[in-house]
């Protein structure tokens, strides 16, 4: 048997793999979803959240007005501790999982959805004689040269003599000390100090990471990645052709750099093609063909 190893996307929860916030009637409600189940009928799975993604525990929204999704999305995360630079370090974070998981007899089968892709990629690369097989879910770009300006915007926020222990601790000194009665309610200061967080943490990925994105996989690859369509007319629109076109000359330099990559494309399938369900029974059957 597998063991499949799950490392979300960006400032995600390991519970969006079991659910999804959905708008019923004006109200919020969870929606239960069965990839997790499914999945288990493979194999055993192992679900993690980097403990920097709990600071969304406190996260109030873009703006006033959004204390109801609020009280939902707030709770699938812990109330965050205290973080150091360890515990925003991808390669000490991989190690650190392999060391909890290591005395199984399974053999591992790393999955990565979004920026959750560097962390499966960089997993298989540490230990490929360990790994059966890499996942990768609409995953973030593993080839220096394909990542696109808005990703390189987004790592030029933050500037590496921000990303210290010390400014680690006074950051979360902060948003502890601006939590309100009501933390649900929206709050300017506490979104502020989070995204200073998250901004500090994609650029720490992004600088372990970057001399190993040369886009070679050591193991046997399946990589699933959504283009999208308009349904409603008879022509795409150019964003749409634009994001699709990205994304084919992504997965063909994948192709040309290695023999045991497997791309298979999801149509409107979303960012989180999981959640919904003829993605996910796709998804599983090509596990079940695969392993």
């Known amino acids: 048997m597998v063991l499949f190893i799950l490392f979300p996307g960006f400032g995600e929860s390991h519970k969006y793999w079991e659910y999804k916030i959905q708008k019923s009637n004006k109200k919020y409600k969870l929606k239960k979803l069965n990839f997790l189940q499914q999945l288990k009928k493979i194999g055993k799975v192992y679900v993690y959240t980097p403990k920097v993604y709990n600071f969304l525990y406190y996260d109030t929204g873009p703006s006033s007005g959004w204390e109801d999704y609020a009280k939902i999305y707030c709770n699938l995360f812990k109330k965050p501790s205290q973080i150091t630079l360890d ?11 392999y060391k909890l998981l290591k005395n199984k007899n399974e053999k591992f089968v790393p999955m990565g959805h979004s920026i959750g892709s560097w962390f499966a990629f960089h997993f ?27 990703f390189k915007e987004k790592v030029k926020k933050t500037k590496l003599k921000e990303i ?16 309100k009665k009501n933390r649900y309610e929206y709050n300017e200061t506490i979104n502020k100090y989070i995204k200073k967080i998250l901004n500090i943490t994609f650029t720490y990925y992004y600088d372990i990471m970057k001399k190993e994105l ?58 989180h093609p999981w ?7 796709n998804i599983i059957k090509q596990l079940n063909l695969l392993l």
């Open 164 to 179: 210290t222990n010390n400014n680690l601790k006074l950051l979360y000194e902060i948003i502890i000390q601006n939590v």
């Open 214 to 271: 040369n886009g070679k996989l050591k193991i046997p690859t399946l990589s699933f990645t959504s283009l999208y369509f308009d349904t409603k007319t008879t022509k795409n629109s150019s964003e749409y052709n634009e994001i699709n076109m990205e994304r084919i000359e992504y997965n063909e330099a994948l192709i040309s750099k290695n023999k045991n990559i497997d791309i298979q494309y999801l149509i409107n399938a979303t960012h």
């Open 87 to 97: 515990d925003i370090n991808i390669d000490k974070e991989c190690k650190r999982i």
């Open 275 to 281: 959640t919904i369900q003829k993605h996910t029974d």
């Open 124 to 150: 298989s690369n540490l230990y490929p004689s360990k790994c059966l097989n890499t996942i990768f879910l609409d995953g973030s770009y593993i080839i220096q040269n394909n990542l696109n300006t808005h």
